[in-house]
């Protein structure tokens, strides 16, 4: 089976990749359309800026690449919200995959970023059998996506939001299994057994 970790200018690749080998997956790690194509399944982790890591997906013509895959694909942090349709982060037009917005978190009573963990609620769909509801796992990030059909987990910090999406073959989540203990193993268990 062939796993494929998009390179693009946004960060996280090594620690991933880490992670999958600890499941028993050596992933390629590339930016090549063929190789992406191919792929049995198909990573895009992400840490970094919305409007930057966009501009280097299409000057690659991977957004057009992403957006007709059809093999199990899985979006992280940046990843995620880089599927979804328009980012504050830079006033960005993004893949459009998910029908919902990214938008900066204003609070004056919590801090932003949220950094650490939080738990997971409403689990949906088999990327997260084994995982219980109110799981922790630990995020970083200071824009969230909106609640929408395509939500299958959701976390609170100051308000709900979407932690994790689907629609058809695209899945993406807010958190960092590769940072998240047995239940971010467990849940890219579940991505590969897809």
């Not at 080998?21 to 790690?29: K, P, V």
């Not at 609620?121 to 609640?147: C, M, P, W």
Request: hydrophobic letters at 35%.
């Amino acid at each position: 089976m062939k796993t494929v970790i998009i390179k693009y200018n946004a960060g996280n690749t090594r620690s991933v990749s880490f992670a999958l080998e600890r499941i028993g997956i050596n992933a390629l790690i590339t930016d090549d359309a063929d190789e992406i194509l191919t792929a049995d399944k198909v990573i895009m982790p992400g840490v970094g800026e919305a409007s930057s890591a966009m501009q280097y997906l299409r000057e690659k013509k991977l957004d057009t690449v992403i957006c007709s895959l059809t093999q199990p694909f899985l979006g992280i942090c940046l990843g995620m919200q880089l599927m979804c349709n328009y980012s504050e982060e830079g006033k960005t037009n993004c893949l459009g995959i998910f029908d919902q917005d990214i938008k900066l978190f204003t609070f004056s009573e919590l801090k932003v970023p949220q950094m650490g963990w939080n738990t997971i609620t409403d689990l949906k769909t088999n990327l997260f059998r084994g995982i219980k509801e109110n799981e922790y796992q630990y995020l970083v990030h200071s824009y969230y996506a909106e609640l929408g059909n395509n939500t299958i987990a959701k976390t609170n910090y100051g308000i709900n939001y979407s932690t994790a999406l689907n629609k058809n073959n695209f899945y993406g989540v807010q958190f960092h299994p590769e940072k998240s203990g047995v239940a971010g193993q467990t849940l890219l268990e579940n991505f590969i057994k897809l």
